[in-house]
């Protein structure tokens, strides 16, 4: 729960910058695999969507297409029991675009944030921005620590903003209770403090069922919900929403109209199209196969390669593993001196993703974006590299 | 030169929604017209772009895609006289992100602004969210009038930012002249200041030549170009970019990386592959052949169905023209209670492009995306409405 605004030595360009070395296997990115991106399904959603009529070219309404608006609708009820009209939902430029949004809306200048420790390190960019105080909750197997953070409402009024990636967290994959789940979004109600439940991974469930979002237990229109195409589709679509009662998506619509005008028509139709002509949920579940596969090989070779004092979670679903270091040990440090110059492997190292870079004995793995045979290459190098600091 | 930061009782939202309404002639948005869009070209370069590799489902860079930048910097060679190379090139979503990346790099809360009064509505939007102090200044028939600035400049050292349109300009349709254009790239050096030279209507010049940019005039790096393909090609594309020193193309980078990651390689690629394979000069000549045709049409009208005491500019290029009412007239609220109920025509009203809302009489009239029949129409009821008041 310590409070700081310094600067980060590691940012999301840097890392994003290292991973694009081909001779580096980069655990570091939260890119989906290529191989899995359903390439003609889209091809034909895009031909279909841009043939439909001229008025594709055009500019069109800020809150985004009401058909997707719609479709998204009903996808939350039928997945995240929220109750949900098309009103209430708002198109953005990926999940960042809402984030980036929803901080414009509530933060000012010194404010108190709420955030996980460690927390989604694009989120902590945008926060940043507004020089405020953060206060780190920590997790554990159960997601945030809803007993610290109601202490830390009680003590902090000026915390306007809980934000939190409930399933499977980015960047340590813990997933947050029920029980909890239905006391945050109490908290906010009590606080009158927003909730950013930030959900990107949520559909990606291996083993278990998928908890209710928060906000299906939000009672005051504190909670807003946020998710993406990202991960489950395509990143280049670069298409987000935000799921909110209708007077905060109607400031919320209000500062994406001053931001960019609006989305692009001819992403959102073809999504659109997509959604129409395709299951979804079956690709879902074969991106789920896939990952899970994956993360299977990935928590092997960590077993065999990796000194047992690195400690390393095992999520049930999402894209990332978390392994906590000996206090003593900087990862940043070791990844610009030795992991990536000498043993040419990547990862997000703990400064990046800790408020005010207060950690650095961690670091995030990504085991969707690599082939089995890399992700065993990647961790046996890694693990020789642990093995001699 | 109005000082002041009055809420505007009329925004960029609320007028595009007036404008959906079918029964509308809507001569208030910046719309191009749909028949011109080239949409078998479009639709050909997204199958192409769509069909090269699954990469262009992937993340990429926050600057852009580095072909678009370099084809751009090229553009930007021949036609701006701007020696920029694809370092000095980033991508944004319209030329809309582009303003609002620049004014949080620039501007912080209670800073000083420099506009042109009138000036672009949504810039104001942008710029209003900083609170500021703007200093308005008139413009003639040669655009912002420089030696008003340079006093401002001299008395207001809280001025960080002058920002412009000044081909064509958005809403008088006024082009600032070659020896302003000189003398407003020596001030911004002179007195450190940015200059944010905003130029979607450059290309459709209908008579004359074009004048070189400012931006070939700064000797220090302080003039920030930005255009985008939305008046030219297709606003649904959301694609702009800003020409600018290569720390200044830094900075914003990171910051449009805080913002939404990245711009999508989909529609980059795509766009590459249409002006690859088509000339975008040879589409650009059509719409200026198109445009000026109606501009006769709406000016001829203006003539006939008009009280003379509505005084109307004759740009050489662009989409407006501006007109001037008797200074008792408060155009937002004839709009409101007259135009737009009684008449179904729709412009866009003094306050919404005023800092501040400062001046009420005058209106803005888009002519590109009507018929010359609609046209004829439209400023007949307009006419005919004027008359009455």
Tied chains: 1, 2.
């Excluded at 906010?188 to 998928?210: F, H, I, N, W």
């Amino acid at each position: 729960m310590q409070k700081t605004t310094e600067k980060k030595d590691t940012d999301l360009n840097d890392i994003m910058t290292m991973a694009d070395n081909p001779e580096v296997i980069a655990f570091s990115g939260g890119l989906p695999d290529p191989a899995l991106f359903p390439e003609k399904a889209l091809a034909q959603a895009y031909q279909k969507a841009i043939s439909q009529d001229r008025g594709v070219f055009q500019y069109h309404s800020a809150q985004g297409n009401l058909q997707l608006r719609q479709q998204l609708a009903n996808r939350c009820q039928k997945d995240g029991q929220i109750n949900a009209q098309a009103e209430n939902v708002l198109i953005t430029q990926g999940g960042q675009q809402a984030i980036t949004l929803i901080a414009e809306m509530v933060l000012s200048k010194g404010c108190g944030i709420a955030v996980e420790s460690p927390t989604y390190l694009g989120a902590l960019n945008v926060f940043d921005q507004y020089q405020p105080n953060y206060y780190q909750i920590p997790l554990d197997e159960n997601g945030m620590e809803i007993d610290k953070l109601a202490e830390q409402l009680e003590l902090h009024p000026e915390i306007k903003l809980i934000y939190t990636v409930p399933d499977f967290q980015n960047p340590t994959g813990t997933s947050m209770s029920l029980t909890r789940r239905k006391q945050l979004a109490d908290l906010a109600a009590k606080y009158q403090v927003y909730v950013l439940e930030d959900s990107p991974y949520r559909d990606l469930t291996y083993t278990g069922s998928q908890l209710p979002t928060i906000k299906s237990f939000d009672q005051t229109g504190h909670v807003i919900f946020i998710s993406s195409f990202s991960k489950i589709l395509s990143p280049a679509l670069r298409t987000g929403w935000v799921i909110a009662a209708s007077d905060v998506i109607g400031k919320l619509t209000e500062l994406k109209a001053a931001s960019d005008l609006c989305s692009p028509e001819i992403t959102q139709r073809s999504i659109c199209c997509y959604l129409t002509d395709n299951s979804l949920d079956q690709h879902i579940a074969q991106l789920c196969q896939n990952y899970q596969k994956k993360q299977k090989v990935m928590l092997g070779a960590i077993k065999d390669y990796f000194p047992s004092w690195a400690k390393a979670t095992s999520p049930k679903g999402g894209f990332f593993i978390w392994v906590e270091l000996p206090e003593k040990l900087d990862a940043g440090k070791l990844l610009i001196e030795s992991v990536l110059p000498k043993y040419q492997v990547c990862y997000v190292p703990a400064s990046a993703v800790y408020a005010g870079a207060s950690k650095k004995n961690g670091f995030r793995l990504s085991y969707v974006g690599n082939s089995p045979d890399k992700i065993v290459e990647g961790i046996k190098r890694l693990g020789t590299c642990l093995k001699h600091v």
